[in-house]
């Protein structure tokens, strides 16, 4: 049975270094954590991939999420941990429903590949750099910590989002060019490739504020395809990197990304990939 592991603090920060071993079992925890590679190099397992961590990598874990590290050189991680509780005291102070959605996309889902969250070294540096300002504040707490914790936690949600590309821009009287819509719709899909009520199309047109006949011809405009075929492309992204990143069967990988059966999975893949699964994997 998979351990779980608590904290009592909304916020926290760990570090330590792991000569051989992570020293953990494979978990879950009941809070949120931001790992980050701060030396060394290994194996990171997160749900059911396999990806190979380096220093500078960040890597984000949700409650549903379960992982663990294999060390293959003597790595040190720095963990922030929090909790819901925390991201909803820092929504508090923002009138910004912007804000709150953007994030709310970052923090309520599971993630699908073990992959390090950060897309360009600028953003790099500044994870990075507020990383340590959080260690310092908590580290040496002082008049107005907890605002200036808050602050900084704040700033470190918003750069996560933009790396993990889960901000919606989507805002009352706001208005965006066809572009950027057709930016933000192919992101919700792609973060909701797997539910399969957000990714139908009167859902889509009710979160983009569009007709259900509307949406669909909009997109197949704009990409030259239908949105059920990003959809299934986006599947095949995500049945690519399970197929070589983890020990799940192909039957398993079948169910998790929500094709019928084992049978409807292959026909799709050979016929997006050209290739049967099992071949793909070999």
């Known amino acids: 049975m998979t351990q779980r592991f608590f904290i009592n603090k909304a916020l926290d920060l760990l570090e330590f270094e792991a000569i051989n071993e992570w020293g953990y079992p494979k978990h879950k925890h009941n809070f949120y954590e931001l790992t980050y590679i701060l030396e060394g ?3 990171h397992i997160l749900n059911d991939s396999i990806i190979d961590y380096r220093e500078g990598d960040l890597f984000f874990l949700t409650p549903k999420d379960e992982h663990e590290f294999i060390v293959d050189k003597p ?3 720095g963990i922030i941990k929090f909790t819901e509780q925390f ?3 820092k929504s508090s102070f923002t009138s910004s429903s912007y804000w709150r959605k953007n994030l709310e996309t970052v923090i309520f889902h599971s993630n699908v590949i073990a992959e390090s969250i950060i897309s360009n070294d600028d953003d790099k540096a500044q994870l990075f750099g507020l990383y340590q300002l959080i260690k310092n504040e908590l580290n040496n707490k002082r008049p107005y910590s907890r605002n200036v914790l808050t602050e900084l ?3 470190l949600l918003i750069v996560l989002s933009r790396n993990l590309k889960s901000s919606m821009k989507k805002k009352e009287n706001l208005y965006y060019s066809d572009r950027e819509k057709v930016d933000n719709i192919l992101t919700y899909i792609r973060q ?4 399969k009520e957000l990714v139908k199309l009167k859902t889509i047109a009710k979160e983009f504020n569009m007709s259900a006949n509307y949406v669909g011809l909009f997109i197949k405009k704009h990409i030259g395809i239908s949105i059920q075929q990003y959809l299934m492309q986006t599947k095949m992204a995500m049945a ?3 197929l070589k990143q983890s020990s799940l069967s192909i039957k398993e990988i079948s169910d998790k990304l929500g094709f019928v059966d084992t049978s409807h999975f292959n026909r799709m893949f050979k016929k997006y990939r050209a290739i049967n699964p099992s071949q793909f994997k070999a």
């Not at 909701?192 to 539910?195: I, K, P, Q, S, V």
Request: charge should be negative; hydrophobic fraction near 40%; avoid cysteine.
């Open 41 to 43: 190099s290994g194996q």
């Open 75 to 77: 790595s040190k991680f």
């Open 87 to 89: 991201f909803i005291e």
């Open 153 to 155: 936690f704040g700033a």
């Open 192 to 195: 909701n490739a797997l539910d």
């Open 240 to 242: 690519e990197k399970l």
